[in-house]
């Protein structure tokens, strides 16, 4: 590239030489900045036996992106002659690729490296250290610090920075890094999405030729690229409440395993460097004074070393800390000092960027940058050592004295509901290191609530209850991801509530402040995963076991049937057994009114194979599926029935069509919301889908597939990409028999007026009838639509932001009305159309008569939503309702959320023909995270291409 660069030095210089057109000679070109005149060997001298990594690969630094192979190959040149650096391999991603964690500290560290770790984690259990025995361990022990490189694989100056870093700590004599290892081990996470980052850069090194221009084409990564998320499409940087990736539970576990003391991860790109301290808010369940105070240390650290180059950067904004399911909050969480590092250059912006004042930034400059922030981390940490490792154990014993205070000490989960659900959730808290417990007799607790606001004065919860109690080291992450509602700093509240105040006023014209929520308000892992759970202000007094895995036990193997094979259908594993059934190609039937069986009764849609419709190989294959999804399934020898009308061999039996799904992939569709269904589809189920585009699906046979879905995305997107043509096609189809299922934009896509799947129409939109005011606002959200800009982070309804892009355009309407004149009791009205939520959870009303609904005994459903709210329709069956409109967890608008939520739909069908359209207002399996919808979809898969009007059951 260096190459490029010359020639492309003298062809401005030619065309300088050249006369120049008058309107170009008036107004001469502004002087552009040089790559920054950074030292990268400020370290030396280096010993001699080590090659820089530009060296080994043949390239300068920042004139080509390295990939994975590259890094390995430097990485095992290292390794093998290398006495400060141990390297452990911690498993693969889903491309095979291998995960590393690096230690590097000074050989006399090295040598006792196992009784550090020890040592370490004795600080981080104050139960086994007593304050006396504890001063002396923090006087030996050197500090621990993480860092952690391009979790989002297309930030790729925070890999080539971390190539950079290793060489400077294995290969450096100069004092000022020799003196820091003594002091400190650097654990490093070398690359967190390596499959992320390999996409992104095979593809920029094909096409990118160091244009400047923000709209050369190597600034615009496309759709199927999009290196900011793993495999899955998962954006990691978010996926620590859940942990669904191999890369976040990798790096979660090492983490526990070396219990650092402060963490910094590092990103791209943002306009001008970030570090913390950071915005608000921030999570109320961390140390406030302690991460103020580390904060503000290394911030002024990293700057001290910025302001020595002069460099631009910027703190407290943009960046909080209250999601914990970033790096920075989570590490937090866990006691250490955890921070987001955004750096400007590289990423999608190239080798060359040319800002908006014509000066040039670099990859080089990123690196530069990342590379400083890194070393200035490390310097700090070293300086404070002790006091860090002090404030560390302090983090701990204060959790657990927490634990014994305040209104939340202890949730329970009793036998009840989805046992697969509740495994889940344990299985997730066991990852996050918090402990839990299997009471070994019965017990009673007072003033238990659960988690839809209810109170009874004393419960009982039998032997097995499953318990977290709070007072234990990581009580602060078990209540941040257990505490029904996440408490946000008021002030920051009022700022946004003064802001959208400001906006109702302002004319439809007028420009909008944006509002600063970064990301979801409400995450609540037993709301969430609808797993039952109850919480109190008190620890029960019974005996315990500490639980270590969950395993469930297995179900006894059905002995071959004469006549049938049935099971109930009451969780997810039934769903995930049919669904594996139909693939295989076997006859499953469904009964649509509770079915007598063997002297039982199964509730309605509850699964019958007959065996006179099946192949021999059910016999055999039957058992191992039921085994391997955890099914207990019943033996039939006679159709006859002892009571009822309904029997295996009935009119209400319903022999169901296998789906044969498609999902359109393509620009417009938010990646993650694609990636969240493949991963649901393909690891939790097992079952085989085709990804197409809309053009394709168009020119197909209509009977190419029974069931399309239309992940979250731009409505106007949809729109455009079907056509009018083309959605008179897809009614045809729906009309012939398919069903369609629609999340968040593509169910706005589905209710526009031009469109008109569904009699549903979006509350607030042009079409709705009962909408305030005139009729103004566009078609789409601002919000949607600028997600069609190429390289745009996260497409469709998530709230998200995008940590290094900055803010979305706007997420209050553009066109807005002036404010009407209050009218709700509690709040001034706040502007007359819906305002976003930054992800809150209500709780939804379950029409049971509807077969979405099969396998749901409950009245209530919890339903997380963003910034979609559906006027009920008319013509179809409206699946879920809000009534409520008081949140149970997360943000809303007060003076407006509560006037537009109420009586809307987030689950709609529309029967059309002998097909269906299925709605969610918002995608139901939102980051993994959210499972409590997913059955609702999971009928749709089973039950959408057979149950029509026919079959007697809407
Ligand atoms: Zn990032």
């Known amino acids: 590239m260096k ?139 050197p500090v621990i610090v993480w860092l952690a490189y391009s979790i989002h694989g297309n930030e790729s100056a925070a890999f080539e920075a971390m190539l950079e870093v290793l060489y400077t700590l294995v290969a450096s004599q100069h004092p000022t890094i ?108 961390l140390d406030r004074g302690q991460s103020d105070k580390w904060l503000e240390v290394f911030g002024r650290g990293n700057a001290a070393a910025f302001d020595r180059h002069g460099w631009q950067y910027y703190v407290r904004d943009v960046f909080d800390l209250f999601y914990p399911g970033y790096w920075d909050s989570w590490s937090s969480l866990n006691g250490a000092t955890g921070m987001t590092y955004e750096t400007d250059g590289g990423g999608w912006k190239g080798l060359n960027w040319r800002r908006d004042d014509e000066s040039i930034l670099t990859l080089r400059d990123g690196i530069a940058r990342h590379f400083t922030a890194s070393l200035a981390t490390l310097q700090t940490a070293a300086a404070h050592r002790v006091e860090r490792l002090r404030d560390y154990r302090a983090f701990f014993v204060r959790s657990i004295t927490e634990g014994r205070q305040g209104p939340l000490q202890c949730v329970v989960f009793p036998p009840e509901g989805d046992a697969g659900r509740r495994q889940r959730l344990v299985e997730t808290l066991l990852h996050q290191g918090v ?75 007028a420009p909008k402040e944006e509002t600063e929520f970064y990301d979801i308000t409400a995450w609540s892992l037993p709301l969430a995963l609808d797993v039952p759970a109850y919480w109190t202000g008190s620890r029960p007094t019974v005996q315990t076991t500490p639980v270590t895995s969950v395993v469930p036990p297995a179900p006894p193997l059905p002995p071959p049937a004469k006549t049938a094979y049935v099971f109930g259908y009451t969780s997810d594993a039934e769903a995930r057994l049919a669904l594996r059934l139909l693939q295989e190609g076997y006859r499953l039937a469904t009964a649509v009114r509770p079915l007598r069986a063997g002297e039982r009764t199964y509730p309605r849609g509850s699964f019958i194979l007959r065996t006179e419709r099946n192949p021999e190989t059910l016999h055999t294959r039957l058992p191992l599926l039921a085994s391997e999804c955890g099914v207990e399934v019943q033996s039939i020898n006679s159709a006859y029935t002892d009571t009822g009308i309904t029997g295996v061999g009935s009119e209400g039996v319903y022999t169901l069509r296998p789906p044969r799904i498609a999902v359109i992939a393509q620009e417009g569709v938010s990646q993650t919301s694609y990636g969240a269904l493949w991963f649901m589809l393909s690891r939790d189920i097992g079952l085989e889908f085709t990804p197409i585009t809309v053009e394709t699906f168009l020119d197909l046979r209509l009977s190419e597939f029974n069931v399309l879905i239309l992940p979250d995305g731009s409505p106007g997107a949809y729109r455009r990409a079907f056509g009018k043509e083309g959605i008179e096609r897809l009614k045809l189809w729906c009309r012939e028999g398919g069903t369609l299922i629609c999340f968040g934009g593509a169910a706005a896509f589905a209710a526009h007026k031009d469109v008109d799947l569904t009699g549903a129409r979006l509350v607030g939109e042009e079409g709705d009838a009962e909408k305030d005011g005139p009729a103004s606002a566009p078609a789409d959200k601002p919000g949607a639509a600028s997600d069609e800009a190429a390289g745009a982070p996260e497409t469709g309804s998530t709230p998200a932001r995008y940590r290094e892009q900055g803010r979305k355009k706007t997420t209050a309407k553009e066109s807005q009305p002036a404010a009407e004149p209050a009218t709700a009791a509690t709040a001034p009205a706040l502007g007359n159309e819906p305002l976003p939520l930054p992800g809150a959870i209500f709780r939804a009303i379950l029409n049971r008569e509807h077969f979405l609904t099969f396998s749901h005994e409950q009245a209530e459903l919890p339903v997380l939503l963003t910034q979609r709210f559906f006027r009920p329709s008319k013509t179809g069956t409206n699946v879920l309702t809000i009534e409520n409109p008081k949140p149970l967890s997360g943000f809303v608008w007060e003076g407006n959320t509560e006037r537009f939520v109420r009586q809307t739909a987030p689950v709609i069908e529309e029967q059309i023909g002998a097909g269906h359209v299925i709605l969610f207002a918002d995608d139901p399996h939102y980051r993994g995270i959210w499972h409590a919808q997913r059955r609702l979809f999971l009928n749709g898969l089973i039950f959408g291409p057979t149950i029509t009007f026919s079959t007697g059951l809407r």
């Open 435 to 509: 402990e839990v417990q299997t009471a070994k007799a019965s017990f009673t607790l007072k003033a238990v609530h659960d988690y839809f606001g209810g109170v009874q004065p004393t419960r009982e919860f039998p032997a097995g209850t499953l318990m977290v109690t709070l007072d234990q080291p990581r009580g602060r992450m078990a209540r941040a991801l257990l505490e029904p509602d996440t408490r946000q700093d008021r002030a920051f509240i009022e700022r946004q509530l003064e802001k959208a105040r400001r906006n109702a006023t302002r004319g439809p014209n």
């Open 3 to 141: 190459i490029l660069k010359a020639s492309f030095t003298a062809l401005l210089c030619l065309f300088l030489l050249m006369p120049l057109p008058p309107s170009f000679a008036q107004f001469p070109s502004p002087p552009t900045t040089a790559t920054v005149a950074f030292d990268f060997r400020q370290f030396a001298p280096y010993a001699p036996d080590f090659v820089s990594p530009w060296t080994t690969l043949g390239y300068e630094i920042g004139s080509f992106h390295t990939n994975y192979a590259g890094f390995e190959r430097v990485l095992r040149d290292y390794a093998a002659r290398s006495d400060r650096l141990r390297v452990f391999e911690r498993g693969r991603t889903e491309e095979h690729r291998t995960l590393y964690t690096l230690v590097i500290s000074a050989p006399k560290n090295l040598a006792r490296l196992e009784a550090i770790k020890a040592d370490a984690s004795r600080l981080a259990d104050p139960r086994q250290l007593s304050d006396e025995a504890a001063e002396p361990l923090i006087q030996n022990l």
């Open 178 to 285: 020799t003196e820091l290892l003594d002091q400190t081990v650097v654990v490093i996470n070398p690359c967190q999405n390596p499959d992320g980052h390999e996409r992104f850069v095979t593809w920029y090194n094909a096409v990118g030729i160091g244009r400047p221009e923000p709209f050369a084409i190597e600034h615009r990564e496309p759709w199927s690229i999009y290196g900011r998320l793993n495999h899955y499409l998962f954006d990691l940087n978010r996926d620590l409440v859940m942990a669904s990736q191999v890369e976040s539970q990798s790096a979660m576990q090492s983490f526990l395993e070396w219990h650092p003391q402060v963490c910094a991860d590092h990103h791209g790109q943002t306009v001008n460097y970030f570090f913390p301290p950071a915005a608000l808010p921030i999570n109320p369940n």
